[in-house]
């Protein structure tokens, strides 16, 4: 008899999802877009809330080809007056699946550093075209990316990078995927609307392919206080939870002597 031998491999986390996509939310172009478009807003919003500044969000789709019919590629674009992300992190931030700052215990609407990339990744593989991120951080210099994610070595592959000079801070993204508007708009017109109302301190505008113009101005100049980080509840926690806290700790244990435990 002969004998077969298994084959073991290891696959990176963006192989994974390539291959499983539906579970992040990008299962057909309808929900593709909706999905794009929530984790590109969130994403803004939150990176404006933990650095307490008012959010001014511009999300703009724009059909390639304005005479093809659904479903076809839409350049989705956000932009915000954020804090935005420092270059030598830009290219692991938005080419790298499991890789970005919500790793931690702080309360934000994205928590896994999952969405955008996906988003990413989808569109890399319906369009074959790379993902362009602005950023400045000090509002005088910007630092502009072109990016493609290598899906088998999860890693970021830099097209293009140039700077510029500009005369404010803060972050665009802009993608080219396949996606179905004449089903999703509705959807993302209701969500653009609705989150206008959840947070009355941002101002949303958004421009959707047919060329109208939906504006959700700021009613309010109070902003929540930032995040704080979550403490783990005693109910709740675990052994290894317990054993990362042990390790990350720099209080130092004093020695007890006999003497001591006598006493």
């Not at 590629?73 to 890789?99: C, R, W």
């Not at 244990?253 to 006493?263: G, Q």
Request: with cysteine; net charge neutral; hydrophobic share 35%.
């Amino acid at each position: 008899m002969s004998s077969i031998k298994e084959k073991f491999n290891q696959i990176s986390p963006s192989e994974f999802f390539y291959s499983n996509r539906d579970l992040a939310g990008f299962s057909n172009p309808t929900r593709s877009l909706y999905t794009a478009v929530r984790e590109f807003v969130e994403n803004a919003l939150d990176a404006c809330d933990q650095k307490g500044i008012l959010p001014d969000v511009h999300l703009i789709i724009k059909a390639v080809d304005p005479e093809k019919s659904d479903p076809k590629p839409y350049i989705l674009t956000v932009k915000d007056n954020g804090p935005g992300i420092d270059a030598s992190h830009i290219p692991l931030a938005f080419g790298t699946v499991l890789y970005g700052s919500k790793f931690g215990l702080k309360q934000a609407r994205g928590m896994f550093g999952l969405g955008a990339t996906m988003a990413i990744l989808y569109g890399q593989i319906t369009t074959n075209k790379p993902v362009l991120v602005k950023s400045s951080v000090d509002g005088k210099t910007q630092d502009e990316f072109e990016l493609l994610l290598d899906i088998q070595n999860n890693k970021p592959v830099i097209v293009k990078h140039t700077t510029k000079e500009v005369s404010k801070p803060g972050l665009s993204v802009s993608i080219c995927l396949e996606g179905d508007y004449s089903k999703a708009g509705n959807k993302i017109r209701d969500y653009v609307y609705e989150t206008s109302l959840i947070t009355p301190y941002a101002s949303i505008s958004f421009d959707d392919p047919k060329g109208e113009k939906f504006s959700h101005p700021r009613f309010v100049k109070d902003i929540p206080p930032p995040p704080t980080i979550i403490r783990p509840h005693p109910h709740g926690i675990d052994v290894e939870r317990i054993r990362r806290m042990i390790v990350e700790s720099q209080f130092e244990i004093p020695n007890i002597d006999d003497a001591m435990i006598e006493k």
